[in-house]
C-alpha cells in the first residue's frame, strides 16, 4: 500500500510535546501513514484550522465552534483543567469581581481561556497579546491584568504577581465539571475509513508516552521554555490527565456544556454540533 502522508499541527509546549512524542519520534508503527509534524503557537493554530490547512491539528474548544464544518473532534488528546485552569494574574491583588472596566491582556480571541474569562465576566476589555509576553505586559504595566495559559501558570509567583482568579477551579464550582481547554481535530473529508485510524495512532502515541513517562518527558522538556523539570513534570501532569486518552463522559459533557454556554451569551455566533470520534 502506498505511502499516505497525514499533515499534524500542534503547539511547541511541554504537553502537547509529550503527547505527540511517540508519533514525531516514530515510537509506534502507523503503517503505510506517514505523520509530518508543523509547530505553531495555539492562537496560529485556531487561525489555520479555520482555513482547514492541516489534516490533523490541536485547537482551541472554543475555536472549535467555528471549523466544526471542516473538522470533527478526536476523543483523544484533550487538555482540560480538573478543578484549575488558565489564571488571571496582576501585579496588585484586587477581587475577581473588579475585572470589569480593566485591560485584560489575553492570547487570543478564540481560545478557550478567552471564553471561560468573557463567561465569568461578560464586561470585559482586552488587548490581545502573544501568550508568552502576557506576564511581561503586566509587569510593564501595559495591561492591569494578564490572562495566562502554558507554563506561566507555574511561575507568576516569581515575577511578584498576584492571583486574581483560576478560571478552572471557577467552572468547576460552577458546573462541577472539567474545564475544556484544547483538543485535537480531524478533518472530516478524510472519511470513515481513514478518520478512526488517525484517531487510534494519537491514542497510541498519548498511551506510549503515559507509559515511557521518563523518556516522553526529556524530550518535552526541550518545549517547556526555561521550566526546571520538576515544573515540566507537574505542568504535563496538570494536561496531560484521566481525560487525555480519552474525554470520558465528564469530558463529552464538558465541551458540549461549554460551546453551549458561549452560544447563550452571545459570544459564540450559532449553535455548534460537536461530533467526536
Known sequence: ??????????????????????????????????????????????????????DVTAVSFHAYAYISEKYALLSSGASMGLGYGPLVVASE??????????????????????????LFQPEL???????????????????????????????????????????????SQETGLPLPLGGNVVRRDLGPDLIPRISYYLKQSIQYALEHREEALAYAAGFARGLRPKLTDKFVGMYVNELTLDFGESGRKAVRLFLEKGYQRGIIPHPVEVTIF
Open 1 to 54: 500500500m502506498p505511502i499516505r502522508e497525514i499533515t499534524v499541527a500542534h503547539s511547541p509546549d511541554s504537553d502537547d510535546a509529550f503527547m505527540f512524542y511517540a508519533l514525531a519520534k516514530g515510537k509506534i508503527d502507523t503503517d503505510h501513514l506517514r505523520f509530518t509534524h508543523a509547530l505553531h503557537d495555539i492562537e496560529t493554530l485556531n487561525q489555520k484550522a479555520a482555513l482547514g490547512e492541516y
Open 125 to 171: 476589555t482586552y488587548r490581545v497579546i502573544p501568550f508568552d509576553k502576557i506576564l511581561e505586559a503586566v509587569q510593564e504595566g501595559v495591561c492591569e491584568a494578564g490572562l495566562l495559559i502554558h507554563e506561566g501558570q507555574l511561575t507568576y509567583k516569581d515575577l511578584g504577581l498576584y492571583k486574581i482568579l483560576d478560571l478552572g477551579e471557577w467552572w
Open 93 to 118: 491583588f484586587f477581587p475577581p469581581t473588579a475585572l470589569a472596566g480593566r485591560t485584560v491582556a489575553i492570547p487570543g480571541t478564540r481560545t478557550s481561556a478567552y471564553l471561560a474569562l468573557k
